[in-house]
């Protein structure tokens, strides 16, 4: 995996990779952030719901204060707060159902809006109950008055008939009927403060309305003797049984308000309960929330310290492994050694530096070896100059020589002319000596013809060796250009590095080390290209001074060859005058004249060709000398190339 990404950030350039770094980095903190908002968000969100959680309980008490209220009241005031405390509880439970993300907390809202909404309906039907409870109780309180107006009747009636002495005991029946009924009627009003107000509305008035039955039936037992109209005795027994009506569908509303007024603070009370429960689940959810917020940002710093470390280290890797091995590379060509080539796989700045310095090796390897290839051409041409300085030099002192016998011979022919008129036979004798060594000068001369021509085109292989070398100088000062260049560029790009490094801070301080190093041996090359520069100057001028002595040797020894080939017509000339001189024995008193002339010009001619020999003897040793200096600077450019290894 690691060999995987190292390739892959290899054909990345430094730009991309520093990028790619701080790009980890920066998401990474980017996810540090998030993470703490997300924590941030949750830890709020947990807050305000806390603090609606506080509200639901405030509207809850306040529920159960104005349901006291209403339960004693029955206004309108506390009916409408009692339904907008409702209100309020619904909307905000609904708020709470919808923003929860945990199941339970959404379970526990759920069953607070059912139980909301089920002490919603108890409210509707308890306003209905106490509507109809209040209309039943003034029924009731009517029936009692018409009960008060039956038993008024009866006592008026019953005064009008009875003695005083049955007055009194009937009296004190109906004083004590009305006392119990109007006890009854009290008591009505009495269990909505009790301590069991269901069970004491169940029972409320039974008492005073059994006392009054019983004292009904005692009243018209002492008024039955009076024979009093039946209807007036039996009214107030239908009138009690019709108040006794009324007051058990009094007593069955107040039950059921009663039962409702529990059932709603029940339900009340369960939703209290049911809060302090959410608040609960709330705070640990906040605290679970806020562990795993904890335990998230730790993890994710952790993982950020982790993959910056690794990315830190990825990046490192990447620019001072090839830094390293293209120092590597530059010791050994500073130190000469051009055998080892790299194979380069990397294509970022690293890679083209790399790929660079290759060619630079590979470029100095043909460089050395074309001047190795060179130099040995320069010694072998210079070695075969000399020697063909040295023959010619032999050739020229021999043909010197002849020359000179050729001289000595003319001067002998020029005094036998003067004989030749006495002694046609020594003429004769004197003419077939001179054709003999006329024919010997003859072939002497073509030989020397030879030997120059030989020496001309020595020569003319020597000029082209010397342009070859001139043009392998060229081509040496052109490489070192190129050298030159990537040390600059070198130079340069560990500038960029060095900068780079700077601006990396602490952690690229290493970088920076290198990229002086760097920068050191690319200004120790082209130091080193400088004076390879300047000995190739060196070699380039003494290649120039060598090629043109070797056109001024070209010159003389066509001049020679010019000379050569005149000497050897005039030596044809010689044999033929030497043959009619053979043929015209006869005529020999009137061409002895004419024989001393040209023998006379042969004998200018010979000396021309002597001191044409002595200019090329001259000339070979120049070249001789020269080819000595070209031998002596080829030796020096091969021990310069034998401090390259390939």
Not at 78 to 99: D, G, H, N, V, Y
Request: proline share 1%; aromatic share 2%; net charge negative.
């Amino acid at each position: 995996m690691l060999g995987y990404l190292n390739r892959k950030l290899g054909n990345l350039n430094v730009a991309a990779k520093l990028a790619l770094g701080f790009a980890v980095v920066l998401l990474l903190t980017l996810a540090t952030t998030i993470s703490g908002w997300r924590a941030l968000d949750g830890a709020i969100n947990r807050s305000q719901q806390l603090s609606e959680i506080g509200q639901i309980n405030d509207l809850v008490k306040d529920l159960r204060a104005e349901r006291i209220t209403f339960r004693v009241l029955s206004d309108d005031t506390s009916k409408a707060r009692i339904q907008q405390a409702i209100e309020q509880l619904e909307r905000m439970l609904s708020t709470l159902q919808q923003r929860s993300n945990v199941d339970e907390s959404r379970q526990l809202l759920t069953q607070k809006l059912q139980l909301l909404q089920q002490l919603r309906e108890d409210f509707t039907e308890l306003q209905s109950t106490v509507a109809s409870r209040t209309a039943l109780r003034q029924a009731m309180q009517a029936q009692a008055l018409k009960l008060d107006d039956v038993i008024d009747d009866l006592q008026t009636q019953a005064l009008l008939t009875m003695s005083e002495s049955q007055q009194g005991s009937a009296l004190g029946l109906m004083e004590s009927l009305g006392r119990h009924v109007e006890g009854a009627n009290q008591q009505s009003l009495v269990p909505a403060y009790t301590f069991s107000p269901v069970e004491a509305f169940a029972k409320v008035g039974d008492e005073a309305l059994d006392a009054a039955d019983k004292s009904l039936e005692q009243l018209l037992k002492a008024l039955a003797p009076l024979s009093l109209p039946r209807s007036l005795t039996e009214q107030p027994g239908v009138e009690l049984a019709k108040y006794r009506a009324s007051l058990d569908q009094y007593r069955r509303a107040a039950v059921r308000a009663e039962q409702l007024q529990g059932s709603m603070e029940k339900m009340g009370d369960e939703l209290g309960v049911a809060s302090v429960e959410l608040a609960g689940r709330k705070v640990e959810q906040r605290d679970s929330e806020a562990l795993a917020a904890r335990s998230l940002l730790t993890s994710v710093a952790l993982l950020a310290m982790v993959l910056g470390v690794i990315a830190a280290w990825l990046i490192t890797l990447q620019i001072t492994q090839p830094l390293r091995q293209t120092l590597a590379v530059a010791v050994r060509i500073a130190k000469g050694d051009l055998s080892q080539v790299d194979t380069v796989q990397r294509r970022d700045e690293m890679g083209q530096l790399q790929t660079s310095m290759r060619e630079m090796t590979l470029s100095l390897r043909e460089l050395i070896g074309g001047i190795d290839q060179g130099v040995g051409q320069l010694s072998q041409a210079a070695t075969q100059l000399a020697t063909s300085s040295e023959d010619t030099k032999l050739r020229i002192n021999q043909q010197r020589e002849e020359t000179d016998q050729v001289a000595t011979a003319m001067n002998q022919m020029s005094a036998t002319v003067q004989e030749v008129a006495q002694n046609a036979e020594q003429a004769s004798l004197a003419a077939t000596n001179a054709d003999q060594q006329a024919q010997l000068g003859d072939q002497v001369v073509a030989e020397a013809i030879g030997r120059i021509e030989q020496l001309a085109g020595q020569m003319d292989h020597c000029l082209t060796a010397m342009q070859h070398l001139a043009g392998e100088s060229q081509r040496i000062g052109s490489i070192l250009d190129v050298i030159k260049s990537v040390s600059e560029q070198t130079n340069l790009l560990a500038l960029n590095a060095a900068i780079e490094a700077a601006r990396a801070g602490e952690a690229g301080r290493g970088f920076a080390v290198v990229a002086d190093e760097v920068r050191g041996l690319a200004q120790r090359t082209s130091t080193a290209t400088e004076e390879i520069g300047q000995l190739i100057d060196s070699l380039h001028n003494g290649t120039d001074e060598v090629t043109r002595l070797l056109d001024s040797s070209k010159n003389l020894t066509e001049q020679s060859v010019e000379l050569s080939r005149r000497v050897g017509d005039a030596l044809s000339q010689i044999t033929d005058t030497v043959s009619s001189i053979q043929g015209m024995n006869q005529q020999i008193a009137t061409a002895s004249e004419e024989q001393s002339v040209v023998a006379e010009q042969i004998n200018r001619s010979v000396i021309s060709v002597r001191d044409a020999s002595d200019q090329t003897s001259a000339a070979s040793e120049q070249t001789a000398a020269s080819s000595g200096e070209l031998e002596q600077l080829g030796q020096q450019l091969r021990g310069m190339v034998g401090r390259f290894s390939i």
